[in-house]
Nanobody, 123 residues
């Protein structure tokens, strides 16, 4: 069992930056790939970023490529999402998730989820 807790969300203006953290407990995540997803009101949960167990391989949604960076610190059992040049369309609840296998951009490929952290970007 893995418990995931996101933090770092908030209300910012367009162009600002935020860093989200996802702290894992219950079991080490050092051997697992992890992902970030987001869900805006009235919309389906969508893939944002994915990182392999070592941090050596990352993938991003086209909408965030070049602005967001996923990273991890396995010694701290924590995954991060650095978000720069934020836009109003980035407003959503952001979730981190533990990858269980399959296509990295699919929600069903992840088996443990955090409760989410709200990010609101004003124009």
């Amino acid at each position: 069992q893995v418990q995931l807790v996101e933090s770092g969300g908030g209300l910012v203006q367009a162009g600002d930056s935020l860093r989200l953290s996802c702290a894992a407990s219950g079991r080490a995540i050092s051997s697992a790939a992890m992902g970030w997803f987001r869900q805006a009101p009235g919309k389906a949960r969508e893939f944002v970023a994915h990182i392999n167990w070592s941090g050596g391989t990352t993938y991003y949604a086209d909408s965030v490529k070049g602005r967001f960076t996923i990273s991890r610190d396995n010694a701290k059992n924590t995954v991060y999402l650095q978000m720069n040049s934020l836009k109003p369309e980035d407003t959503a609840v952001y979730y981190c998730a533990h990858f269980s296998g399959g296509v990295y951009s699919y929600v069903r490929s992840y088996n443990y989820w955090g409760q989410g952290t709200q990010v609101t970007v004003s124009s």
